[in-house]
């Protein structure tokens, strides 16, 4: 059989999911041996070259780029899995959520008390290379259909860990209180 | 000046704190708002802390820091108003005055407001100015109101109409508000002359022999949760405790529902009476009827009526000539808030705090009003129980049916010929009840307002008591013309949502989530899975405090249950899963603001 293949993403997120995988430590060198990675920040992959059967998404969708990389990643992962607290419900991001982005915009690059008054313009960024701004920050089962929710922020190692090594073997995933309380 | 208004507000109640809602109300009805001066003077006075002063404020719907403008107009946008024709009346209000609902307008002249349900079904539409009552509006009539304001009328000459019926037209109420009695019985009935069980029976009586008749009568609360009388008034008067009251909740907040306003308007010694019987039954020494905000056009006339009765001996000192039978009452205003007709929630508005329920046990017969022994009863129950001195538990209990004995005074309105009150024998079917109102071509019945259920043709057979469709009287119609989903249970969705006190989670932010699926599904962006979610996530609500987080999700639950095809018929075939995300729209809002294009 070959290996199980794994494609991961940031979104609006701060990349400490990402570093949580990481922090498997010298579990990483199982886990290669487990599985193959191919999208992911973490082998610098940037398109998806074969289709992947599990997909983590770290962090909610703020912007268009976002929601494209999001379907991207369900068109091409069997299993797609929201990866903390950013993905599953917003979190820090989503903070923005009750002020309209006309208004956080407008604070950003005019109004400001560090851009008042030097933004001679009165332009707000508008480049094409830009992703555009969502009004809000969605969580990503808003989106796209999401399989399984990890929480956490960010979800430990050993969740992270057992979660995909479930996935694999098609085992019952260990679930101890320790992993999952967050207080 | 305003400073003034704050100072003798706070005399007046003696610097008491637990009368912080009479002080607030005082406030905002002469200067239109409580400024951040009123809160910290009020948290001066009387020793609470400015946050303490300022949660209470921001809890209810008539509270506001901000001015309100110098008129202030509450439309009522439940559903029977929208159906009446609410949307024309609103958008002549914005043209006209020149500001939209939720703003006041630059001069600070009028303030326009939404409101849930004011209790005027059978006259809709209908507003709150000032706290007067405006029923039957049109966009003519609005027109004229907003020119009267604008010419700094006083609200009570504004009124065109001639005046409403009975006692509306009265020197103390001059009020448009119209009865609408269509059908009395022996609780609505003017056969009797108020007072006399308290000036020739009581005294022959022990108290445990009133709590004996009544529990014979087997009468069972008229509020909606049913439980029986006299089993309350016992419980209250074996609890120990120096003090205990007795509590009329006259919150009347059930949207659907304004037969309380119609016995307060035209049986209120009846209801005194009763208060004055569960006093002497539990052995309190204080009454506290508790009116709703809306109903404040009847405190005056109501005042009136204690002082009568002060002075025949119904209320004050040694009552109809019984030594030291001593019992009063006052009347604590609400400041909108559906959640304070939970009976805990009311106590602790009527305390003057925030009308958040309380955990139960203890239960407010052990431990309520400034956690003295309690009773709380419904305005028809207690008029009932006079009825029932009157005549006898016996008598009573022959009325209705076996187990849900007596009569029930429903409120009726929607797509009928006849909207207004009708006092009925427990029993009665829905198929009889629209015979009885000249209502054909229905579609649906909501028994028991937003809380209760929407019952379809099929079930018009089910009987009015409390071991079938138990109702605290809210009866609404739907014809075959309404869209039920968007018309009726989107608004009741969402008027359970800003009625929510947000203590429990479920309430606060799965009713949302709820309506947010709702809205998927009436979007054309619903799937089979939905329709599986919603009684699933339903279940939730269980773990709510009170009777509103209950049923927040009613509304849904039950019109999935009876109109299921209604649903169904929306939902996109042969897709698994669907969002509904539309990123057009999603990034519409920032594209204007930075002057984009939407390119994908």
Request: hydrophobic share 35%; net charge negative; charged share 25%.
């Amino acid at each position: 059989m070959s290996k199980p293949v794994i494609a991961t993403a940031t979104l609006a997120g701060c990349f400490g999911c990402h570093m949580s995988i990481l922090d498997i430590d010298e579990k990483i060198l199982d886990l290669i041996e487990l599985v193959e990675f191919n999208k992911s920040p973490i082998d610098d992959i940037k398109n998806f070259t074969k289709k992947c059967d599990i997909g983590l998404i770290e962090g909610g969708c703020c912007n268009s780029e976002n929601v494209h990389v999001l379907k991207d990643f369900r068109k091409n992962c069997n299993t797609l899995i929201s990866l903390g607290e950013c993905a599953i419900m917003g979190g820090l991001p989503a903070c923005r959520n009750p002020i309209p982005i006309k208004e956080c915009l407008e604070e950003a690059y005019l109004n400001g008390p560090s851009v008042k008054g030097h933004n001679e313009s009165g332009i707000i960024p508008n480049d094409d290379e830009i992703p555009m701004m969502l009004d809000k920050v969605y969580p990503c089962h808003e989106i796209v259909k999401i399989d399984y929710f990890l929480p956490g922020c960010p979800p430990s190692a050993e969740l992270i860990w057992n979660a995909l090594t479930a996935l694999i073997t098609g085992n019952e995933m260990e679930l101890p209180y320790e992993v999952i309380k967050f207080d | 000046m305003e400073n003034n208004t704050v100072h003798s507000a706070i005399r007046k109640y003696n610097q008491d704190k637990t009368r912080l809602m009479d002080i607030l109300i005082e406030i905002q009805d002469n200067e239109n708002h409580i400024s951040d001066d009123a809160v910290r003077i009020i948290s001066e006075k009387l020793g609470l802390s400015i946050v303490d002063v300022e949660q209470t404020i921001s809890f209810y719907h008539f509270l506001s820091k901000e001015s309100l403008g110098k008129y202030t107009i509450y439309l009522n946008n439940s559903v029977i108003s929208n159906m009446k024709g609410r949307q024309i009346v609103a958008e002549t209000f914005e043209n006209e005055a020149g500001c939209k609902f939720g703003e006041v307008t630059e001069d600070g002249i009028i303030g326009l407001f939404d409101t849930a349900c004011i209790g005027m079904s059978d006259q809709e539409p209908a507003a709150l100015i000032n706290g007067s009552v405006f029923i039957h509006l049109t966009s003519f009539r609005v027109k004229k109101i907003v020119r009267d304001m604008r010419a700094g009328k006083d609200v009570k000459k504004m009124h065109t109409s001639y005046l409403g019926d009975g006692q509306n037209k009265s020197e103390y109420l001059n009020s448009v508000v119209r009865n609408n009695i269509m059908r009395m019985g022996p609780v609505l009935s003017d056969d009797y002359n108020p007072g006399t069980i308290i000036m020739k029976n009581l005294a022959q009586l022990t108290p445990e022999q009133v709590i004996e008749e009544i529990k014979t009568s087997n009468i069972r609360g008229r509020g909606g949760a049913g439980f029986p009388t006299g089993l309350k008034w016992e419980f209250c008067r074996k609890a120990k405790g120096d003090k205990k009251y007795v509590l009329c909740n006259a919150d009347e907040g059930e949207p659907g529902t304004f037969k309380d306003r119609v016995i307060l308007t035209e049986r209120p010694k009846l209801l005194f009476e009763g208060m004055v019987i569960a006093g002497y039954s539990i052995g309190a020494t204080e009454g506290i009827l508790y009116l709703r905000y809306e109903y404040k056009y009847l405190k005056h006339y109501l005042e009136n009526i204690l002082e009568e009765a002060r002075e025949k001996n119904l209320l004050g000192k040694d009552i109809g000539g019984i030594k030291g039978f001593n019992f009063d009452i006052r009347i604590q205003l609400g400041a909108g808030a559906y959640i304070c007709g939970e009976e805990s929630a009311l106590i602790e508005s009527a305390e003057g705090k925030r009308g958040e329920p309380r955990d139960r046990p203890p239960f407010p017969v052990e431990k309520g009003y400034n956690d003295c022994p309690t009773v709380v009863n419904n305005v028809e129950t207690l008029c009932s129980v006079v009825k029932i001195m009157l005549n006898g538990g016996e008598w009573y209990s022959s009325l209705g049916t076996r187990e849900s004995t007596g009569t029930k005074i429903l409120s009726i309105s929607g797509d009928c010929r006849y909207p207004g009150i009708y006092e009925v024998e427990w029993g009665l079917s829905i198929n009889e009840m629209l015979d009885m109102v000249g209502a054909t071509d229905i579609q649906a019945v909501q028994v028991g307002g937003p809380s209760g259920s929407l019952i379809g043709p099929e079930e018009f057979d089910r009987i009015l008591c409390y071991s079938d469709l138990a109702t605290g009287g809210s009866l609404m119609i739907f014809n075959n013309k309404r869209y039920l989903l968007k018309d009726v249970v989107l608004n009741f969705t969402e008027f359970f949502i800003e009625e929510s006190c947000g203590s429990c989670v479920p309430c606060r932010s799965m009713t949302p989530l709820l309506k947010q699926k709702l809205e998927k599904i009436l979007n054309g962006n619903g799937v089979a899975n939905d329709l599986e979610d919603l009684p699933k996530w339903g279940e939730l609500m269980k773990i709510n405090r009170c009777g509103l987080g209950h049923t927040a999700a009613n509304p849904i639950l039950t019109s999935l249950k009876n109109f299921r095809h209604l649903y169904e018929e929306k939902l996109e075939r042969g897709k698994e899963y669907e969002t509904g995300f539309n990123l057009e729209q999603a990034v519409s809002e920032s594209c204007e603001a930075t002057k984009r294009v939407p390119d994908f």
